[in-house]
């Protein structure tokens, strides 16, 4: 099944992708390798704001996680050309996760994007992650990622 029947049923429309809120770019291609800037997490259309261990829970965590996942792959499309079949791997995700100092669950809050990547590119999918509780995010947001790929 191709990564478009995927997100056909899972019902996932990719959603245009983000405008940078500073002076970057969204990727950067390098040979192969396709850097993703950081995505924040947002809902319905709004930076989806909160701190683990304060005001958000590890279960919207995870569906925060999922938001920007869609994001990054949209992105990532982009990227490509448009062709998602040019994706040959997954290689790595650097998730920020918004907490207090005695939040312990961020790799928890993660798998959220890392399930749905890995569901979407199967092996091709399976990837190297680094998950880090921080202190503030841009505006406020609960969860930024950022994405390495390898593409053909």
Same mark, same amino acid.
């Given at each position: *099944?191709?990564?478009?029947?995927?997100? &056909? #049923?899972?019902?996932?429309?990719?959603?245009?992708?983000?405008?940078?809120?500073?002076?970057?770019? *969204?990727?950067?291609? &390098?040979?192969?390798t396709?850097?993703?800037?950081?995505?924040?997490?947002?809902?319905?259309?709004?930076?989806?704001?909160?701190?683990?261990?304060?005001?958000? &829970?590890?279960?919207?965590?995870?569906?925060a996680?999922?938001?920007?996942?869609?994001?990054?792959?949209?992105?990532?499309?982009?990227?490509?050309?448009?062709?998602?079949?040019?994706?040959?791997?997954?290689v790595?995700? *650097?998730?920020?996760?918004?907490? &207090?100092?005695?939040?312990?669950?961020?790799?928890?809050?993660?798998?959220?994007?890392? #399930?749905?990547?890995? #569901?979407?590119?199967?092996?091709?999918?399976?990837?190297?992650?680094?998950?880090?509780?921080?202190?503030? %995010?841009?505006?406020?947001?609960?969860?930024?990622?950022? *994405?390495?790929? #390898? %593409?053909?």
């Amino acid at each position: *099944m191709s990564i478009y029947d995927k997100l &056909t #049923e899972l019902n996932i429309t990719l959603p245009a992708v983000a405008v940078p809120a500073a002076a970057y770019v *969204m990727s950067v291609q &390098t040979g192969n390798t396709v850097f993703l800037s950081g995505h924040i997490a947002k809902k319905d259309g709004k930076v989806w704001v909160g701190q683990f261990g304060k005001n958000i &829970t590890t279960e919207e965590g995870k569906l925060a996680a999922r938001a920007v996942a869609i994001d990054l792959i949209a992105t990532l499309q982009a990227a490509c050309g448009g062709d998602l079949t040019r994706v040959r791997r997954i290689v790595k995700l *650097m998730s920020l996760v918004n907490s &207090t100092g005695d939040f312990t669950e961020q790799h928890l809050v993660t798998n959220g994007a890392s #399930e749905l990547i890995g #569901e979407l590119f199967g092996e091709q999918g399976i990837h190297a992650r680094s998950a880090f509780g921080v202190a503030q %995010i841009p505006m406020g947001a609960c969860v930024e990622i950022e *994405m390495i790929a #390898e %593409i053909a």
